[in-house]
DNA sequence: GGTGTGCATGCAATTGGATTGCGTTGTTTC
DNA sequence: GAAACAACGCAATCCAATTGCATGCACACC
């Protein structure tokens, strides 16, 4: 499933500000910041609030996912699809400000204690700024 | 050791305010954000920024531990001590907001992956919101 | 118990990410 | 093609976090 259809199949229209931020979100290897994925669209005339929106409403609908680092930006990444992931934990790194994708099953949690995980955010710091 | 000595042990100067802030976080059962805190001490003629310095520098010498929520603001409380906790895992709730201390052990990661961490943190839904 | 030095505070102002309002543009449906 | 409505551009706003600076207070030293 190409994008289009993909942005057909959760009802939004196809327009070329969306098709751009899914391609930049689908290069990335690790969650991005809005601010980043503006900076890497600056040549296409795509205002910044409006990828704001369109990181937003991806998100709702499911084909992108929001996580919150540790330093209190929201980050996007791709959600399953031929080109995205799975939901999974993230470490950040205070010092560098590296976002890590970890393995799906690298935290564990025993299900009687929470119900309904939808992100896992583990900060610290790295093996190089240890 | 009451407060005062945890201060001075801390190197720093005793005043009104950072005592009023954390007897205030003692009596929390949760990381409290700045804006609660200040809320509380509004009878004190506590100015809102203090409140914000006493929190970072109390944060900085290791007396009170800072972590990033779900919801993007820092929320605070007590370490170590009579009154306080030792670092530990916490749970959002996205729908109610409500913040829950989880146990040191209720979360297992492990330590080839990630190391030096700081602050684990989930996000998802409780029970009631479930 | 006074006094000086430097940290702590109050207040005003600023930053920067996130959010909103509104008129205009563009996509989709018929 | 035209109508209906979602998406966009642009300006403005919100709010937690941060900074600058003049004043006040804690505490070490006398
Ligand atoms: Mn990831
Ligand atoms: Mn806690
Ligand atoms: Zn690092
Ligand atoms: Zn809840």
């Known amino acids: 499933m190409d994008l ?9 229209k196809v327009t070329s500000g969306r098709l751009s931020v899914l391609r930049e979100l689908g290069r990335a290897k690790g ?5 980043e994925v503006a900076e890497r669209l600056e040549g296409e005339s795509l ?3 409006t990828v704001w929106r369109i990181l937003v409403a991806l998100t ?8 919150n680092g540790g330093d209190g930006t929201w980050r996007f990444e791709l959600r399953s699809g031929s080109l995205g992931h799975d939901p999974h934990p993230h470490f950040t ?14 935290v ?4 009687r204690i929470v119900r309904g995980v939808v ?12």
Chains 1, 2 share one sequence.
């Open 4 to 12: 289009r259809e993909q942005l057909r199949a959760a009802k939004l």
């Open 31 to 35: 969650p991005m910041s809005h601010a």
């Open 47 to 49: 205002d910044k609030v």
């Open 60 to 67: 709702e609908v499911g084909l992108v996912d929001r996580s």
């Open 93 to 106: 790194c205070l010092v560098c400000k590296t976002v890590t994708c970890l393995p799906h099953d690298s």
């Open 108 to 111: 564990r949690i025993p299900p």
């Open 119 to 130: 992100d896992v955010q583990i900060t610290g710091r790295c093996e190089k700024c240890g």
